[in-house]
């Protein structure tokens, strides 16, 4: 069998996103996504679910959006199955900045609340991305549930993704900063007044939602 010098090229690229280096894993990312080429994909994808280093996984992302959808989009739906969280985190982080909805029935609720912090951070932003018009009460009906979970990051998170919803989110979130759980209620006012003013700062934003809630404040009440 012939190996051509575009054959060539290709194995260097798969050989390259395995190189024990950052840097030249990172190269190969660019590489392969700067000339696309159809085997290039289910490496991609598997080397998203193991890869150690941010600034590489941020590279096989940008990778597989510059190849085309018919061939990314299945594969990533298979992995948001993955019972590797960071299989499952990276899928979903890369379908939100593809941007087609047919991947929607893939976010589950499952996946919105799922126990991995950094897989439920990316479901709720490839939801936001995702949802199709008319589902967006629903969304927020669901996103809802999470509030008060995790550090400062994943509350961060739920909160943008709450406020990027818009309107909608309103009557969730209104429910929620009457729960009986504090967290729940203090996550809650603090997105409200982020959603009003969104250079308040989340840390600000927090800190006045807890001590309404040390109150027993709503954050409802009139002047």
């Known amino acids: 069998m012939t190996v051509t010098g575009q054959d060539t090229e290709v194995i260097r690229a798969l050989r390259g996103l395995e190189d024990s280096g950052s840097s030249v894993r990172l190269r190969a990312a660019l590489a392969v996504g700067t000339t696309p080429d159809p085997r ?26 510059r190849h085309p959808v018919s061939l990314t989009l299945p594969a990533l739906l298979r992995e948001v199955r993955s019972k590797r969280g960071q299989a499952r985190s990276q899928a979903l982080h890369t379908l939100s ?7 929607w029935p893939a976010i589950t609720r499952t996946l919105l609340s799922d126990a991995d912090d950094e897989v439920a951070r990316s479901a709720w932003r490839a939801a936001v991305v995702l949802v199709p018009e008319g589902e967006e009460s629903a969304l927020a009906t669901v996103l809802v549930t999470q509030l ?23 009557p969730a ?14 996550h809650a006012l603090a997105t409200q007044r982020l959603s009003r003013d969104p250079d308040a700062g989340f840390e600000s934003a927090i800190e006045e939602a807890k001590r309404v809630v040390a109150l027993g404040g709503s954050g409802q009440e009139g002047p």
Not at 148 to 170: D, K, P
Not at 175 to 182: E, R
């Open 40 to 65: 290039f994909v289910d490496k991609l994808v598997e080397r998203s679910a193991v890869e150690p280093e941010f600034y590489v996984r941020d590279m096989l992302t940008w990778a597989l959006t």
């Open 97 to 103: 900045k593809i941007g087609d909805r047919r991947a």
């Open 148 to 170: 008060g979970r995790g550090g400062r990051e994943t509350r961060l998170s739920l909160s943008r993704a709450l406020i990027a919803l818009g309107e909608v989110a309103a």
């Open 173 to 186: 979130l209104l429910a929620a900063a009457t729960a009986s759980d504090p967290r729940v209620r203090a």
